[in-house]
Nanobody
């Protein structure tokens, strides 16, 4: 069974950048749809971005459009979330999720595999 591991989080000043990685162990991300989610303290988990495993189509939530970029490196079995121009309101635990197929799920609960999350803190 595939396990997802996020990395790349940390503390960054407003306007800075981070690149999050979502790697799979015990399996391959292959043609799975991959989603990035985040949960800030006291708030519900929200979808940030996702990438189709069928045609590479990507989607972004409005609050991060133009600042974040999702990409897939199949050779490294990794999906990235490049985050630029970070704002304090981007502070959250970021999670990646996969599957259950190449089609992007309509709802969070449809994702089959989840990582443990990585903390991103944007503060001066």
């Amino acid at each position: 069974q595939a396990q997802l591991v996020e990395s790349g989080g940390g503390l960054v000043q407003p306007g800075g950048s981070l690149r999050l990685s979502c790697a799979a162990s015990g399996g391959t991300l292959g043609r799975y749809a991959i989603g990035w989610f985040r949960q800030a303290p006291g708030k519900e988990r929200e979808g940030v971005s996702c990438i189709s495993g069928i045609d590479g189509r990507t989607h972004y939530t409005d609050s991060i459009k133009g600042r974040f970029t999702i990409s897939r490196d199949s050779a490294r079995n990794t999906v990235y979330l490049q985050m630029n121009s970070l704002k304090p309101e981007d502070t959250a635990v970021y999670y990646c999720a996969a599957g259950p197929s190449g089609m992007i799920p309509a709802y969070q609960y449809e994702y089959a595999y989840w990582g443990q999350g990585t903390q991103v803190t944007v503060s001066s």
